[in-house]
């Protein structure tokens, strides 16, 4: 037989390299991320809310599944940076996140990704820093507002790009939901698995909801706006099936940090509708949203990939936002940085079933960690201004998260050596990092 001439043996390999980019793209799977903003762990029906009405949630959790210790951080800046670089925010430094740092989305778009981020970035200091803006941090497509919606009004950039500004708080989720809808319809490639970053402004104060919603939950204001971002995620989940991406979609929905649920903040809190109820529900979890204590740190976080993720399933494995990079990189073939302390760990086992178990430990940022069932927190344990708990005195505290999941028994001079355990591990995870503070306190 005769040999193939040279084109041919280089049109052949080209085909070849072709079919195998193909075949390598489809066993890569597309990933959306939902995140919302200061939503309470018990603020779903799936997670115990028997206020809020959250079909499509509890539907995604009944496909999925459900996670009752995962952990995101306390406040915005923070738990976003920790989101994108695996890195806990005494490293990755929050809103005021350098240049310097890599995000998932930076490592992914080599291994073939098409990358979008949609909504609430806060980690360039909420400040145009084109360097520290999505486009800069490997993101191929942004739309959203660079900060939180504190005073009532935002405004957008699209890409690098300035695009308008609105008071309308009700009309965030719904437009960050068409943005993203836009996305999967006319900017994405069809022949690139994608990552899609949807980060809501809401349920962040100043809270709003459309007409469509506003009045119509049993939970007031809030109520009306955790309902309308079910409906708003169920659209966009919709879509996903319409375009037959859903079959090779991981979906992972969860929050930045705990509701504002205190009076300090809430006494003092202008601008809200008159009357309305603009805080969530921690569950069974201490305080909220500022604190380390469980309600601060603790959040809902559903998980689904059909065929691989189990459907139906409830866990209690320690999880967590950073370990989000780690995850991906196993999943779309990537490498984690080997320049810098990564503190996520790869949890691809645990998604598909193959393992039960999740983190060891976590900590809590200039305050505590957790091990195993047992979380220790610091004397002086960083609270922000509106988290404080006046009466909580300055001790060492240790709590059984099993058996005591609201913190309530303090057993710290019941287990004096399980204390000194703890506080060696905090020491040994923040290292020679201090602790991350940051210039934007949000009050």
């Known amino acids: 037989m005769k040999s193939l001439n040279p084109d041919l043996r280089s049109a052949a390999l080209l085909v070849f390299l072709l079919l195998a980019s193909i075949a390598d793209a489809a066993d890569k799977p597309n990933i959306l991320v939902l995140f919302t903003d200061d939503q309470g762990y018990g603020d779903l029906g799936c997670y115990g809310s028997e206020t809020n009405k959250t079909p499509r949630l509890d539907q995604l959790a009944a496909e999925g599944t459900r996670f009752t210790s995962f952990y995101s951080q306390t406040v915005c800046g923070p738990s976003r940076s920790a989101l994108l670089t695996g890195r806990h925010p005494l490293r990755s430094k929050g809103w005021g996140m350098p240049a310097s740092e890599i995000t998932f989305a930076e490592l992914i778009r080599p291994a073939g990704y098409q990358t979008a981020c949609i909504g609430k970035w806060d980690v360039s200091n909420r400040k145009a820093i084109l360097d520290r803006m999505p486009l800069a941090q490997g993101f191929d497509y942004y739309f959203g507002t660079l900060g939180a919606n504190d005073g009532g009004k935002v405004r957008f950039h699209e890409n690098n790009e300035p695009a308008g500004a609105t008071d309308d708080m009700g009309s965030l989720t719904t437009l960050y939901t068409d943005k993203a809808i836009d996305f999967l319809r006319e900017k994405r490639d069809p022949e690139k698995p994608f990552v899609l970053y949807v980060a809501h402004t809401m349920m962040h104060t100043i809270i709003d909801a459309s007409d469509r919603f506003r009045g119509k939950s049993d939970g007031g204001l809030y109520g009306d706006v955790v309902e309308e971002f079910d409906h708003e995620t169920g659209r966009l989940l919709d879509v996903l099936n319409e375009l037959e991406l859903s079959e090779n979609t991981l979906v992972i929905y969860t929050s930045d940090n705990g509701p504002w649920n205190q009076p300090k903040y809430t006494s003092r809190k202008k601008g809200h509708p008159k009357?309305?109820?603009?805080?969530?529900?921690?569950?069974?979890?201490?305080n909220g949203k500022g604190s380390p204590y469980e309600g601060g740190y603790r959040l809902p976080c559903i998980v689904r990939w059909p065929g691989k993720v189990p459907a139906g399933r409830v866990s209690d494995a320690m999880f967590a936002t950073i370990d989000f990079m780690p995850t991906f990189a196993n999943l779309a073939g990537f490498e984690v940085p080997t320049d810098r302390r990564i503190d996520g760990i790869d949890q691809t086992d645990l998604l598909l079933g193959k393992r039960d178990t999740g983190r060891e430990h976590f900590y809590f940022n200039n305050a505590g960690v957790r091990?195993?069932?047992?979380?220790?927190?610091?004397?002086?344990?960083?609270?922000?201004?509106?988290?404080?708990?006046?009466?909580?005195?300055?001790?060492?505290?240790?709590?059984?998260?099993?058996?005591?999941?609201?913190?309530?028994?303090?057993?710290?001079?019941?287990?004096?050596?399980?204390?000194?355990?703890?506080?060696?591990?905090?020491?040994?995870?923040?290292?020679?990092?201090?602790?991350?503070t940051s210039p934007i306190q949000i009050q």
């Open 371 to 436: 091990l195993g069932n047992w979380k220790y927190l610091k004397p002086d344990a960083y609270f922000h201004g509106y988290a404080i708990e006046d009466d909580r005195p300055k001790v060492d505290e240790l709590y059984n998260l099993e058996s005591d999941l609201g913190e309530q028994t303090n057993l710290a001079t019941t287990y004096p050596e399980k204390v000194t355990e703890l506080r060696a591990l905090m020491k040994s995870i923040e290292g020679d990092d201090p602790p991350e």
């Open 275 to 286: 009357g309305s109820i603009f805080w969530g529900d921690s569950g069974p979890l201490r």
